[in-house]
């Protein structure tokens, strides 16, 4: 057994509700934290990546404030959730100190049958394979993910929470293409939403921060990471989102096109001689920000701008004019906006994104004060000015922490 520095939040996992390991796989990774979900804080944390690749395979292992790196070759997921709980035992925190009342698996996609999180058995990461169609790039690992999970970690309940379930609530209107009926109906094609825990945690987040209901609010949540979702949240309940049937409709992102003419699809097959993988792998790997600049990360982007590269300056005018016109839009579906959050990498710690989109908005009392605003935001803040009709804020996203809690109230412990 371990022994353990105080302060390190273990004491506190030991309590009534334990802690809960949360696991995001990725196609190449495995990402891990192990959360107290009463508390808030991150246990410890952890990423393997490069699984499955040629070359060793790379662990990252923080706890305690000491981080551990193991560099090795990582045959699969299995071998990667291998090294990293053997890293538990060996660095900290022992899993069973821990106390680990859950595995909460981060799931892209749930289709349209799963809308809260799911305790796992046979049955239900059957149907998480039944989506890959819908999610072929992400239901794979996650499913391998809760597949090796299992077996390595069979005492506890695994818990699918699904990205798109905060989106389930979208009215008809808002969830469907004006596609053909019927290929539509037998296709599963309709609008799902993506980032679900994210906008749903912020949201949350952002009423409890300002004391309001949250019954009593309209929201904007803006998520701007590398990948980026905006949703119009009435009254604790999403009516409408950017992404669609998958994460690669909506805004400008750090590598893919977003809402683009579809026709650019057909354009390219006839002209350009690609196949639909290759297309695939254009919109999604090799556009957005860095399709436009080579860049995709908006600190190497300033960095563009400011030695007077032009094609960085036209990729951040791209991203900021698409996320305007998604504000403007969903202004209109709301009615009336009380609280427009930005949270992720970008929106939590770009202070010239933030004020630049709300440039030209003082019309619709959408406004950021310079000052309120300057920096990386790292606690939840009111960035607008007082005489500002709606409330502009910064809440940090905590996904992790979001599906811990989720995976509490799944298994009523
Ligand atoms: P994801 O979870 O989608 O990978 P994150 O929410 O972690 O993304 O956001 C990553 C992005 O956040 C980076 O690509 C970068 O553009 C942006 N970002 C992170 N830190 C900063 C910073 N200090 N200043 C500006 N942008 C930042």
Redesign the pocket.
């Known amino acids: 057994m371990s022994t353990l520095p105080a302060g390190d939040g273990v004491t506190t996992a030991r309590g009534a509700h334990g802690s809960v390991l949360v696991l995001n796989s990725g196609s190449s990774s495995l990402k891990y934290q192990l959360v107290n979900p009463v508390g808030g804080e991150a246990i410890a944390t952890g990423l393997v990546e490069r699984i499955g690749e040629d070359g060793p395979g790379l662990l990252k292992h923080k706890f305690a404030g000491n981080a551990t790196v193991r560099e090795q070759p990582i045959a699969d997921h299995g071998d990667a959730l291998r090294l990293a709980l053997g890293i538990f035992e060996e660095v900290g925190p022992s899993i069973e100190d821990a106390h680990v009342r859950a595995v909460g698996h981060r799931v892209v996609h749930g289709g349209a049958i799963f809308s809260e999180p799911t305790l796992i058995d046979d049955d239900v990461l059957r149907q998480i394979r039944d989506l890959i169609p819908l999610a072929p790039l992400h239901n794979p690992a996650n499913a391998t993910g809760i597949e090796v999970a299992r077996e390595l970690l069979p005492d506890v309940p695994h818990v699918a929470v699904f990205d798109t379930a905060f989106f389930a609530t979208l009215p008809e209107a808002a969830a469907t293409y004006a596609l053909n009926k019927d290929v539509a109906e037998e296709h599963g094609i309709r609008r799902y939403g993506f980032h679900g825990t994210s906008h749903n945690y912020v949201s949350g987040k952002a009423a409890r921060v300002l004391g309001r209901r949250l019954e009593d609010l309209n929201q904007i949540v803006l998520?701007?990471?590398?990948?980026?979702s905006a949703s119009a949240v009435r009254g604790g309940a999403a009516v409408e989102t950017s992404m669609g049937l998958t994460p690669l409709e909506g805004l400008v992102m750090?590598t893919r096109t977003g809402d683009i003419d579809p026709a650019v699809v057909f354009h390219l097959m006839r002209n350009a001689g690609m196949d639909v993988d290759e297309v695939d792998t254009l919109f999604n790997k090799q556009s957005g920000?860095k399709g436009l600049s080579g860049e995709?990360?908006?600190?190497a982007?300033?960095e563009l701008i400011a030695e007077g590269d032009e094609d960085a300056e036209l990729a951040l005018d791209v991203y900021l004019h698409r996320l305007r016109k998604y504000i403007g839009a969903y202004a209109a579906v709301l009615g009336r906006v009380d609280v427009i959050v930005f949270t992720?990498?970008?929106?939590?710690?770009?202070d010239v994104?933030r004020s630049r989109v709300m440039e030209g908005l003082e019309g619709f009392g959408f406004a950021v004060d310079p000052e309120r605003n300057a920096g990386?935001i790292s606690e939840p803040r009111v960035i607008s000015p007082e005489w500002a009709r709606t409330t502009v804020m910064v809440i940090p996203?905590n996904e992790e922490l979001a599906i811990a809690r989720q995976c509490l109230e799944a298994t009523g412990a």
Not at 296 to 299: A, E, G, P, S, V
Not at 344 to 349: D, K
């Open positions: 998520h701007l990471g590398n990948g980026a750090g920000l995709n990360d908006f600190r982007l300033h992720a990498g970008a929106g939590e710690n770009d994104v990386r996203t």
